[in-house]
């Protein structure tokens, strides 16, 4: 078992390939077992090992049963020849294959075992009630193995006696039920092509045995009392720290290579999967990220990794510069935050629902521009769900504040003159002070509000599976080989996306270089120089790139916490500096640590520019400032063959003035929205204009809210806002 410092990885394995041909799942067929978070009864705490033919179920449970120190029982052997005293074969060839299943379900449903480890028959979850039988007295592990290795299995023992054999091919037998195995495990074991039963064994400990435990940066420790969808639900922790997951298990490089197949929503699962879900079920987990992600532009296409080359290339999947885009703009607000923001308001809505039948979920979020975009558009899908977002009025683009404004629901959108930070504390203060939280359910009867900010653990976690998706792209690409590295280049505000390729690359991602870009703001590069977070005497500087526009970088603390191995006092001390003194410096060991995780560099205004014109120029594609601030690190950066992957946060048309001014166009002095997108649009990019963007024309705006830098002020107009949203209620 490997230990990594808090974020505690388990599991290594040996040679892996892919089985699964980049399915849709189906999981609305309601004769199919469904199993949920409220299906599971642990207290007789059996083992259930599902899995197809020849998978080695009851060879796994004899070697995990000396650990578990649980007796083996095997369905076919010990249960059902038993019961019909008769072999499952002769049995089969009898009934045929529907009556066979109803006469083993019904077999089935006799079953009465306490501990012990189950090794369930390959046709048994093809029965519903069955199955949902069986369930309820444990924990049902799939063991996930290459379709290859069971045909083959299945080959060698010549297997004739499989439930649908004998009129389909035992690959399309095998097709069929995994859409009915993924519908019913409670854990996943990802196993490799020619993996030895010890290690499948073994694996399968690691995956029991994974900590459900989270902790936080500055102390606090929940122990069992709080899952994964309680650390959702308050979203910071009750000592102003940050949660995190106690463990996680990595991937192999042949784990990855089971993920080359699949969709983006199909890889995230399998990535989710690996850290601490608590009561939160896989199927439903599932069910949220497809949901999340059919809001996008091409569902099919989620995060698509695009070479930042001309079109000239013989071929369009590979670059010609070695830079590759990822892009992660493509769901309903054009940046990187709806890859989180559609998915997060699902978990915590099903988190309320869980924790109190008259709790009501409320969102208060601060933003530098996407975020409350994001936020607004991914909340207002929850019925009945107040939204307030705080943003400083003139620190955002002109699309993304209509963005804001011209959102629809329970919406409450503050534009405050002061900064993204201030914003940010109010936000982190209100949501701390149980004086004010009271006087809020004293308005709205027991409103838990939340934040959607990346401080909270269920708005972060999806940011680790972009890493992943866009190195298996290259991988299916041709641009790299499995298990050869990549440099990825972020363009870094509030260290959120970066810490998810740091996460990623822990769980197994090859990442050789990953960069930290960042603007005139560049209090991060400093740090990352120098071990020196240092407030004083630097000025905030407003600039083309948004985003970026911050001091205090909130998820830089869980960056520390991991590398100094859960030090939380360390963190704490650290930390509280910061909000003393506005400065700290870490130890020089540490400052090694950091800089052997990530490289920084950083971009001006003139140099951003010119980055977004040149990049026109010579390919054809506009991309947004934060992308050229990333572009122009990554080029200095970039000295080999090694592909550079650069995260494209946003769509260039979000940001229609400094584009045209890049562009040297004469209408980048305009207001006009119209206008604007009417010049974006003569350009001729190869890449065209977001529709989310396109719509905000026909818009109306519906909030003009603006606030002094004064937090009693900023409550107060709150008040008024939960009062109307109260009103409404009783309508």
């Known amino acids: 078992m490997l230990s990594v410092p808090i974020l505690r990885a388990s599991c290594r394995g040996s040679r892996f390939f892919s089985t699964h041909q980049g399915f849709r799942l189906d999981v609305s067929d309601p004769s199919r077992p469904r199993l949920t978070s409220l299906t599971r009864n642990k207290r007789r705490s059996n083992v259930l090992l599902m899995g197809p033919p020849g998978s080695g179920k009851t060879s796994v449970g004899r070697i995990i049963s000396t650990d578990l120190k649980k007796p083996v029982y095997d369905i076919d052997d010990d249960h059902l020849e038993k019961i019909w005293a008769t072999t499952v074969a002769d049995k089969l060839a009898h009934l045929g294959d529907d009556a066979f299943l109803e006469a083993e379900g019904q077999a089935l449903m006799k079953l009465d075992k306490k501990d012990t480890i189950v090794s369930l028959s390959g046709s048994n979850p093809l029965h519903s009630k069955s199955m949902e039988h069986v369930a309820r007295d444990g924990t049902v592990v799939f063991i996930d193995m290459p379709k290859d290795d069971i045909l083959a299995r299945c080959g060698n023992m010549k297997v004739d006696r499989i439930v649908g054999q004998k009129s389909s091919s035992l690959g399309d037998v095998l097709d069929k039920r995994v859409r009915v195995y993924e519908n019913c495990y409670d854990v996943r074991v990802l196993c490799g092509h020619n993996e030895s039963q010890d290690e499948i064994a073994r694996k399968t400990l690691a995956q029991m045995k994974k900590s459900e435990k989270f902790v936080s940066t500055r102390g606090y420790q929940p122990g069992d009392s709080m899952d994964f969808l309680d650390v959702v639900r308050f979203g910071l922790a009750p000592d102003r720290g940050l949660f995190m997951a106690e463990q996680f298990i990595p991937f192999t490089t042949n784990e990855l290579s089971r993920l080359l197949n699949l969709n983006y929503q199909e890889r995230l699962l399998r990535v989710i999967e690996r850290f601490p879900l608590g009561r939160l079920h896989p199927s439903e987990l599932r069910d949220m990220i497809y949901s999340a992600y059919s809001t996008f532009t091409h569902p099919s296409s989620v995060l698509p990794v695009t070479p930042l080359a001309p079109t000239s290339t013989n071929n369009t999947k590979l670059s010609s510069t070695g ?236 960056f520390l916490y991991v590398l100094s191995g859960g030090d939380n006092k360390l963190v704490s001390s650290l930390f509280g500096a910061l909000d003393k003194d506005r400065r700290f410096q870490v130890s020089s060991g540490l400052l090694e640590q950091v800089q052997k995780e990530v490289q920084a560099g950083w971009c001006s205004e003139a140099d951003c520019l010119r980055a977004i014109h040149d990049t026109f120029k010579q390919t054809g594609i506009l991309i947004d400032p934060h992308t050229a601030v990333a572009k122009f690190v990554a080029d200095k950066y970039q000295k080999d063959g090694t592909p550079m992957v650069i995260s494209s946060t946003a769509h260039y048309a979000k940001f229609p003035q400094p584009m045209l001014h890049a562009l040297g166009l004469p209408a980048a002095q305009s207001e006009d929205l119209p206008t604007l997108m009417s010049e974006l649009r003569s350009t001729l990019p190869r890449n065209g204009i977001h529709p989310g963007i396109d719509s905000l024309i026909k818009k109306p705006t519906l909030h003009n809210t603006t606030s002094t830098p004064d937090k009693q002020a900023i409550i107060a107009i709150i008040k008024q806002f939960l009062a109307k949203f109260a009103q409404s209620l009783k309508k």
């Not at 509000?449 to 290259?474: C, E, H, K, M, T």
């Not at 005497?537 to 790139?545: A, D, E, G, V, W």
């Open 323 to 558: 830079q590759y885009l990822m892009e992660t703009f493509h769901g309903p607000t054009a940046s990187f935050k709806d890859l989180s923001l559609q998915l997060t308001p699902q978990i915590l809505g099903h988190a309320n629902s869980l924790a109190s039948k008259t709790d009501r979920v409320g969102l208060l979020v601060a933003t530098s521009g996407d975020t409350g975009t994001a936020a607004l558009d991914g909340f207002s899908r929850l019925p009945n769900t107040p939204i307030i977002v705080l943003y400083p009025k003139d620190g955002v683009s002109p699309v993304q504040k209509r963005q804001m404004q011209t959102a629809e629901g329970h919406v409450c959108v503050i534009g405050v003159d002061a900064d993204f930070d201030f914003c940010q504390t109010t936000v982190k203060d209100i949501l701390n002070s149980k004086e004010i939280n009271d006087e809020f359910r004293s308005i709205v009867s027991n409103l838990q509000l939340s934040s959607a900010n990346s401080i909270n653990w269920g708005r972060f976690l999806p940011q680790v599976g972009f890493s992943f998706s866009a190195y298996l792209d290259l991988v299916n690409a041709g641009a790299v080989r499995l298990g050869d590295p990549i440099d990825i280049c972020i363009p870094t505000g509030n260290f959120g996306n970066i810490l998810g390729a740091v996460v990623a690359r822990r769980m197994g991602v090859p990442i050789r270089n990953l960069i930290c870009a960042s603007n005139n703001n560049n209090v991060l590069v400093d740090f990352i120089n120098t071990g020196a977070y240092d407030l004083n005497h630097r000025s905030f500087h407003k600039t083309i790139s948004p985003s970026i526009d911050i001091l205090v970088s909130s998820n830089l603390e869980r």
